[in-house]
Nanobody, 121 residues
Framework: QVQLEESGGGLVQPGGSLRLSCAAS????????MGWYRQAPGKQRDLVAR???????NYAYSVKGRFTISRDNAKNTVYLQMNSLKPDDTAVYYC???????????????WGQGTQVTVSS
């Protein structure tokens, strides 16, 4: 089993910055891709950014140039640096990871509990 614990959400004014962190813990052999998704009230959960184990990244068009995803493989942690935040970025942000347990033959997908990001003046 893998647990993903997010931190770093909160209330910020438009134009401000926040940094989200997500640490993976539990019993696993390897973690492959990690990423961030978000869900605003009444909307579906959408990809924000994703990073592979080798560092390749992809971003939603709406956050390109403003958000940066990174990871520390030694700490099993993924980060999301969010700059120039807009009210439309308000959502619950969820961490996501593909992890392989000991003795397993395939990766399984895991979700964190989510952290609220509110952009408002």
């Amino acid at each position: 089993q893998v647990q993903l614990e997010e931190s770093g959400g909160g209330l910020v004014q438009p134009g401000g910055s926040l940094r989200l962190s997500c640490a993976a813990s539990g019993s696993f052999f390897a973690i492959n891709g990690m990423g961030w998704y978000r869900q605003a009230p009444g909307k579906q959960r959408d990809l924000v950014a994703r990073i592979s184990s080798s560092g390749s990244t992809n971003y939603a068009y709406s956050v390109k140039g403003r958000f940066t995803i990174s990871r520390d493989n030694a700490k099993n942690t993924v980060y999301l640096q969010m700059n120039s935040l807009k009210p439309d970025d308000t959502a619950v942000y969820y961490c996501n990871a593909d992890a392989m347990g000991w003795g397993a033959s395939a990766y399984e997908n895991y979700w964190g509990q989510g952290t609220q990001v509110t952009v408002s003046s």
